[in-house]
C-alpha cells in the first residue's frame, strides 16, 4: 500500500460519522421547513412566551387561548431538541474520531458548525417571539438556517471519501469563477425570497400583522428578475462543464440543480399566481434549502485549480 493511499485511509472520516453530519444536514433543512408551516399557519405566537409556552409552563396548556396554534409551534420547538442532539453528537463523534485516530482538525471545526447555529437559533427564536414576529427577526432566523445548511453541506462533503476529489480533472479558471458567482447569485435569490414573504400575507400569527412594508408585486418582481439570472448563470455553468469535460460528479450536481430550479420557478409562479397557498409556499421553502444546498455543493465538487498544486487533505 503506497503512502498516498495509506494517508487517504487515515483521513477518511468513518460511515457512522458520516451518518451523523448526513443527518444534521437534513435536519437543518427540515427544521426550515417546519418552521416555515409554524408562520405559514398563522401559528408563530401560538406559544406566546419563551423559553415557556405560556407563562407558568413550558408546555401548551387548555387554558391558552391560541386553540390548535399552539401545538404547531410547540412542535417545532420540540424539533429543536432534536436539532441540539443531533448536533452535540456531531461534534462528539468528531472530537472522539480525532483524538483516537488522529483524524482530520478540518472536520472538528465544522463539525462544531450545527451545535452553534442551533444555539444562535435558539436565541432568535426567542428573540423573533418577544418583538411579536418581528420581519427582521423572522427573516434572520431563515437566513440563519440557510448559513447553517450552507456550512453543514460543506461538512458533509469534506468528510465524503472522495474529498478533495483530486480524481477529478482540473476546470478551468473561467468555470470556477463562474462557479462562486453562480453561488454568490443564490444567495441573493435566497434573501430576495425572505423579503418576498416578509412583504406578503403569510406575517406568522393569526391575529398579528408584522410585515417589511413593501410592496409585494414590486419584490416578487425583482425576486423572479434574479431567479431569471441564476438559471441563466445555471445554464452556463452547465453547459461550460459538459463542454470541456469537466468532473463528472460535477455535471450531475449541477444538472440536478438545474432540474430542481426549474421546478422551484414552476411553483414560484404558481403560487404567485394562486394567491399564495400555504402548502405551495412550504413547499418552494423546501426547494429554497435544496437549490442553495445544491449550489454550495457544486462548487465543492469541481475539484483541484488547473494550476497543477496537489491539494492536501488535512
Known amino acids: 500500500m503506497s503512502v498516498a493511499s495509506s494517508m487517504t ?69 420540540l424539533l429543536t431538541f432534536v436539532l441540539g442532539l443531533l448536533a452535540i453528537a456531531a461534534i462528539v463523534g468528531a472530537v472522539a474520531w480525532w483524538r483516537r485516530h488522529r483524524g482530520r482538525t478540518d472536520l472538528v471545526l465544522l463539525a462544531a458548525i450545527p451545535i452553534v447555529g442551533t444555539v444562535v437559533q435558539a436565541v432568535l427564536g426567542g428573540i423573533t417571539v418577544l418583538t411579536g414576529l418581528s420581519p427582521w427577526a423572522v427573516g434572520g432566523h431563515f437566513l440563519v438556517s440557510m448559513a447553517i445548511i450552507a456550512g453543514t453541506t460543506v461538512l458533509v462533503m469534506r468528510a465524503s471519501p472522495a474529498w478533495p476529489f483530486v480524481s477529478n480533472p482540473p476546470v478551468r ?61 445555471l445554464i452556463g455553468a452547465a453547459i461550460a462543464l459538459k463542454v470541456t469535460n469537466g468532473p463528472e460528479r460535477a455535471q450531475k450536481v449541477i444538472w440536478t440543480l438545474l432540474a430542481i430550479a426549474v421546478v422551484q420557478g414552476v411553483i414560484g409562479y404558481g403560487q404567485y399566481f394562486t394567491g399564495l397557498p400555504w402548502i405551495l409556499v412550504a413547499i418552494h421553502m423546501l426547494g429554497a434549502c435544496v437549490v442553495w444546498m445544491l449550489a454550495v455543493m457544486q462548487l465543492l465538487t469541481l475539484g483541484p485549480a488547473k494550476t497543477g498544486a496537489s491539494p492536501v487533505a488535512n
Open 173 to 233: 479558471r473561467e468555470i470556477r469563477l463562474l462557479s462562486r458567482i453562480l453561488v454568490a447569485v443564490t444567495a441573493l435569490v435566497v434573501v430576495l425570497g425572505v423579503i418576498v414573504t416578509g412583504s406578503g400575507p403569510h406575517s406568522g400569527d393569526a391575529e398579528s400583522e408584522a410585515r417589511f412594508g413593501l410592496d409585494p408585486r414590486t419584490v416578487s418582481w425583482l425576486h423572479a428578475d434574479t431567479v431569471l439570472l441564476f438559471l441563466g448563470l
Open 9 to 77: 485511509r487515515t483521513v477518511t472520516a468513518p460511515r457512522w460519522l458520516r451518518g451523523i453530519f448526513i443527518a444534521n444536514l437534513v435536519a437543518q433543512i427540515g427544521i426550515v421547513v417546519t418552521g416555515g408551516i409554524v408562520r405559514l399557519t398563522g401559528s408563530g405566537l401560538g406559544c406566546p412566551t419563551w423559553p415557556e409556552c405560556v407563562e407558568g409552563s413550558y408546555v401548551p396548556t387548555s387554558r391558552q387561548e391560541e386553540a390548535w396554534h399552539k401545538y404547531v409551534e410547540f412542535g417545532n420547538r
